[in-house]
């Protein structure tokens, strides 16, 4: 892993955590475990 990009994640993941955000994931399961994949956001 790049090193600016593991800073970049630390310092969202230290943001988001002030601004008391909490984020849910469902469907996982529907995620093959190995190969890649295309996730789409649905903004409804």
């Known amino acids: ?3 600016v990009y593991g800073t970049v994640i630390q ?3 230290l943001v988001w ?6 984020f849910t ?3 996982v ?3 093959p ?3 890649g994949a295309v996730i ?3 903004h409804t």
């Open 29 to 31: 399961e529907n995620l």
């Open 17 to 22: 955590r002030a601004q008391g955000l909490k």
């Open 40 to 42: 789409a956001i649905n």
């Open 33 to 35: 475990k190995t190969g």
């Open 1 to 3: 892993m790049e090193p």
């Open 11 to 13: 310092l969202a993941r």
């Open 25 to 27: 994931v469902t469907g």
